[in-house]
């Protein structure tokens, strides 16, 4: 059963022109500008003078820079572009105990990532983002959303030393997200983000992936919007069981195929909120408004306007950040005037068109 | 009386100075990967590489040495990734593996090229005079599994000449005691009833190449029954099952319902889970799958991880390496123990 997906209104804008609002907003990463990678080479480098004050202020600005960046994009909500962070489950495996590092790992060529091992059972300490969303929220003046990767993924990429089977460590993880979630609520979050790439290379998993998020609602209150993003794969493999899923919003990467599995969620039953991709998080060049626009009413076709939300395909980081920005403002752009459209009556809802009639 | 013996199926994960000086030479995008014509800079690194690996298994005591396939950035699409007859597509999954290859699309005649037989030629020079050489290859079936092919036109003709290429390659190859050939797709998506003869057949054909022991080496999946039998068919050393992932149940009772080669190959060490085993239990092991065969006894028995090792980072990749080579002492000392008292 999806949660509570009317609690989106609390984000349209104050004063919003149009009747229709499609709830704009991102992934989560974003490429770091030039200056902090070269600040992180000075930190990591003994040899240099640049310590932990020095880091933590080109952190802080860094975060500032993009979390206005986003907002010049017009975004209903905000991200800090994951900043302080390099990579989505080594940065909360530094946080959990019970993971160890090893060493560098391959994914492939050349590209290698520090998978880390779970040598006992895992557990909380400190809070791992509640600093993070307080300093985006007192820089935002939208409301930001938290993108928190999910206890599959956390448990499925990493070396299980520990556990007897990678389910039971995903269910522990999952109740520690659920103590972070509710760390954050209490912050003042209201848009949390669960990042499970994990599922779509194990999309048989999807059970296990329903039960965490079972354990990671637990307890939070409605108004607190639970978005699921999962990316490139074969969501027929985990469509329609996402439709029992404890969430409000399921995003999705359709626009790198050319939105060829949009038949897959368009048989009238998709039951959360909808968060499609319209823009590509993978080609440099930015798609045009009116590409865009085409490609929000793909997601027309498997809900009406109130259940629709409009994101890039995936995280921004590996574009030019050019390209990153001129993608978040066309989405924008191609949100407002799709909104304007479904005003005037001039757009076609398949969704809404295509529903049964109700019986008498 | 079995002769344990203690080696690996290679494809070793690269030493952590070479993966930060590779990326700097290569580059970290799909153009970047190795097309068999790298430069000399490139070149110097793969073959310190190659001496640092070999060095390890020599130190850890291991009964064969492999090359350790540093240079394979395609994993076992390696030998048709670096082919002039072959173009490569995008970037695809490597089994079930958060691991990704570049597709091999076979656009035109495979003749063999020897960009194998030249590593294990460089590999030769590192060896001490009671060393053994283990060379490894993706068997036919696994390799014609992991390609496109866009030239031959139909899956047996491509198999065919897949079987031939790999052929080629083995006669080139300097003097070894052991040649693996890795077969996972053999288990994983099992040939089916159109292909099962063939693919034996091919085994057979590369195994014919050879003097050397040959050993075909499964692992993520037991055996599909059928096409178990038709392996049995092929004149090798041996079969090597994986006691870590697949179900052993169904690996047993393949080999105890149509019996096996008079060699084993047993993958008891967990390749893809940092956790390292200790020497006695994996001696255990050993143990224990001989007295699940009742009606074989082995000539010898190789002691292996159940699959490649470059999932793991170095430091237990090397802690492996060693407790294969103890284990194996431990139960060749068992095995003496037993005989004497017989």
Partial sequence: MSRNPGNREQFRPEGHETDHFLLTTVVGSYPKPKWLNRARDRFEDDDHQFGDAEWAEATDDACRVITHEHERAGLDTVVDGEMRREEMVEFFAERIDGYEFNGPVKVWGHNYFDKPSVVEDVAYDEPWLVDEFAFVDDVATRPVKVPITGPYTLANWAFNESYPDDEALAYDLADLVNEEIEKLVEAGARYIQIDEPALATTPDDHAIVGECLERIVADIPDEVRIGLHVCYGDYSRVYPEINDYPIDEFDVELCNDDYEQIETFADGEFAPDLALGVVDAHVAEVESVEEIKANIEQGLKVVPPEKLTVSPDCGLKLLPREAAYGKMENLVQAAREVEQELDAGTIDVPAVGDVAPADD | ?342
């Avoid at chain 2, 040959?214 to 994986?242: C, I, N, P, R, S």
């Fill in chain 2, 1 to 342: 009386m079995t002769d344990v013996v203690a080696t690996t199926p290679g494809l070793y994960p690269l030493p952590d100075w070479a993966k930060g000086e590779l990326s700097d030479l290569k580059g970290h995008q799909k153009h970047d990967l190795i097309d068999g014509a790298e430069g000399a800079a490139v070149t110097d690194v793969y073959d310190d590489v190659r001496a640092e690996v070999v060095a390890d298994q020599r130190e850890a005591g291991l009964g064969r040495i492999v090359e350790g396939q540093g240079r394979w950035d395609d994993m076992l699409a390696h030998p048709l990734t670096v082919h002039d007859s072959v173009e490569t597509g995008g970037i695809v999954r490597y089994y079930d593996n958060n691991n990704f290859y570049r597709d091999p699309r076979v656009v035109d005649d495979l003749a063999a090229s020897g960009d194998v037989a030249a590593e294990l030629t460089a590999a030769t020079a590192h060896l001490g005079d009671d060393d053994a050489l283990q060379a490894v290859l993706p068997g036919p079936y696994t390799l014609a599994d992991l390609a496109t092919d866009e030239h031959y036109g139909d899956e047996a003709a491509f198999l065919d000449a897949v079987g031939e290429f790999l052929a080629g390659e083995v006669e080139a190859f300097p003097a070894h005691e052991t040649l693996f050939l890795l077969e996972p797709s053999f288990v994983t998506n099992a040939p089916d009833d159109d292909l099962n003869e063939l693919a034996s057949e091919t085994i057979d054909r590369v195994a014919g190449a050879t003097d050397a022991d040959v050993v075909v080496q499964t692992y993520w999946a037991a055996f599909e029954e059928k096409a178990y039998a038709h392996l049995m068919d092929a004149d090798v050393d041996a079969v090597g099952f994986d006691f870590v992932a697949a179900d052993r149940e169904a690996n047993l009772e393949c080999v105890n319902e149509l019996g096996t080669k008079d060699d084993i190959a047993l993958g008891l060490v967990d390749g893809q889970n940092t956790l390292v085993e200790q020497p006695e239990t994996v001696a255990e092991r050993v143990d224990w799958v001989d007295d699940q065969i009742p009606a074989q006894e082995f000539d010898t028995t190789y002691v292996t991880p159940n699959t490649e090792t470059f999932y793991l980072p170095v430091n237990k990749h090397k802690a492996k390496l060693s407790v294969l080579a103890e284990a194996a002492g431990i139960a060749n000392a068992d095995v003496a123990e037993t005989e004497v008292e017989a």
